[in-house]
């Protein structure tokens, strides 16, 4: 009996986290599997790709996760995660697996949220930019380099062209694929995830005046990226809170890059300098490849900054530009002030296929200029907490631009988004995990129960056929007395 009441419970066990998210450290090959084990569950919603092979033949996979995958759809635009840029920054590529599986369960159990991203995003997400370095480095390494480096020995993070600076590296293999695929999806919105500290960096990292004087490097957008900064780090249950988690002091969990420490060739500053993309870079953990064991509190730390983070590709203002008979204008540039009637003028962003155009603000009234070829035109917008403005323009004649009447669409809104309150926790384990350990138990006892009626059942019917004197004793036993 015993037993048989083990394997029922080892089955119910066994099921329950079929679904689950295997919290442990994935290698290269355990990584590849795991993607498409999360194809195979959702293969509606998600498509892998590869951009490339690293310098040792190690494809560097992306799955889009999104309804209709690799296909463009109007006006949804295309978001992307990215991390393992130093091998043994591992943390990153850990969660990214994570959110996908996260992601694809949701959608699957109609989890509202989830399915509004997925209809209306175009998620990519890059679990390892650098799956060479990956291999070399070590679990429980926290403050070590082994494997921070790809195969040719070269930080991939001061790798890309320096807008103020330049580079005289060699472009390596891993960064020339990286800037490819930059360059042929249009992204809007972008972080990419290291390890040692806890905080969001946002640009410049670069100095704009000497590559190695520290200071704060100003964008043109530096109130957006502080923005946006803050809405991950207010989302984690620990970053926003300015004191030194891991000896570095950060106001509000955020920095500007160069003022913490300046670097040439980074990835965000080219995103932000070269591409329509804004993106950050987020500090996850103190430790660079923590042990297994903490990885479940890790995902329940960072699961909800991802979600938000994603959410803020619905921000600001959207259209497209065409021309009368309904064809694209690629490439007409958009140009917003600082604050309406201000001289001083946003990063300039193009438009790209079907003449669509994404420009992340915060609420404010500016002044936008649209120009195609020679001719411009100026309008007023109103960007209002809680929404998106969509509009539109028309090129009549290939000459004069005309203004289509702006439509609002309803968002909800993440800023500001305070963290949530940390609870005590004694293990660390998924909710799929409790709710598995929850569910196998209920099942054992109710199993268990079962077994006992049965057997008494039975031994009542045995004492009855061999003639027991008082019946109404037969499920009772002394202290002494064994029921086996």
Known sequence: ????????????????????????????????????????????????????????????????????????VSLKPNFKYIGNMHGNEVLGRELLLYLLDHLCDGYTNGDAEIIYLLQTIRIH????????????????????????????????????????????????????????????????????????????????????????IRGYSVSPDDDIFRSISKVYSYSHPDMFKGYPICNDPFTDGITNGAEWYPITGGMQDYNYMYTNAFEVLVEMACCKYPMAAKLPQLWQDHKRPLINYMRLVHSGVKGTVKLEDGSEVVGAKIDVSWSLGSPKK???????????????????????????????????????????????????????????????????????????????????????TTMAIIFGSVGLILVSLTGFVVFFYLKRRRDRMNGSPDDSKAFYVTSTESIY
């Open 346 to 432: 946003r990063k300039t962003i193009t438009t790209t296929k079907g003449g669509d155009y994404y420009r992340i603000l915060l609420k404010g009234v500016y002044d936008l200029t649209v120009t195609v070829g020679q001719n411009k035109l100026k309008t007023s917008i109103d960007i209002k907490e809680g929404q998106v403005l969509r509009q539109d323009f028309i090129v009549k004649n290939n000459q004069q631009i005309e203004a289509l009447p702006p439509k609002i669409i309803k968002v909800k809104s993440v800023f500001p988004q305070r963290a949530p309150v940390k609870k005590t926790t004694f293990m660390h384990v998924s909710h799929s």
């Open 1 to 72: 009996m015993k037993e048989m009441l083990f394997k029922l419970w080892c089955v119910a066990s066994i099921v329950s986290f079929a679904n689950g998210i295997v919290f442990q450290h994935h290698n290269y090959v355990q990584m590849q599997d795991y993607l498409h084990k999360i194809h195979q569950r959702c293969q509606n919603i998600t498509r892998l790709y590869s951009i490339g092979k690293s310098i040792r033949g190690r494809d560097l996979l992306v799955m889009e996760i999104t309804e209709k995958p690799g296909v463009y």
């Open 125 to 212: 997400i890059m679990p390892s930019m650098n799956p060479d370095g990956y291999e070399k480095a070590r679990e429980g390494d926290c403050q070590g380099v082994g494997g921070r480096t790809n195969a040719n020995n070269y930080d991939l993070n001061r790798n890309f062209p320096d807008y103020f600076h330049g580079t005289n590296q060699i472009i390596q293999k891993e960064t020339d694929l990286v800037m490819k695929w930059i360059k042929q999806y249009p992204f809007v919105l972008s972080a990419n995830f290291h390890g040692g500290a806890s905080v969001v960096n946002y640009p410049y990292d670069s100095s704009t005046t000497h590559p190695h």
